[in-house]
């Protein structure tokens, strides 16, 4: 069993940041990869960063360059360090990882991104 715990949503005006973390109740050296997903309303969850335990990254090509995911092992937390933020970016954030054969998500985090 996996808890995730998202933080650090809020309401933001365009072109300013927000940081989320996501704690796991386990040692993210247990997940071969975390991510973060996010979806907005009326629109299917997409893919918005992943780091995987050798700290390889990848980004949806809309975040490129304005992201940045992270991890502290000792804490077992991932971040995502978001700015520029478009109102575009506005979507409940979510973690994500998977653990033995089993995906895990935690209870997400509001964006909104005002214009």
């Known amino acids: 069993q996996v808890q995730l715990v998202e933080s650090g949503g809020g309401l933001v005006q365009a072109g300013g940041s927000l940081r989320l973390s996501c704690a796991a109740s386990?040692?993210?050296?247990?997940?071969?990869?975390m991510g973060w997903y996010r979806q907005a309303p009326g629109k299917q969850r997409e893919l918005v960063a992943t780091?995987?335990?050798?700290?390889?990254?990848t980004y949806a090509e809309s975040v490129k360059g304005r992201f940045t995911i992270s991890r502290d092992n000792a804490k077992s937390t991932v971040y995502l360090q978001m700015t520029s933020l478009k109102p575009e970016d506005t979507a409940r954030y979510y973690c994500q990882v998977r653990y033995l054969g089993f995906d895990y998500w935690g209870q997400g985090t509001q964006v909104s991104v005002s214009s």
């Open positions: 780091i995987t335990t050798r700290d390889t990254t």
């Open positions: 386990r040692t993210i050296f247990d997940f071969n990869a």
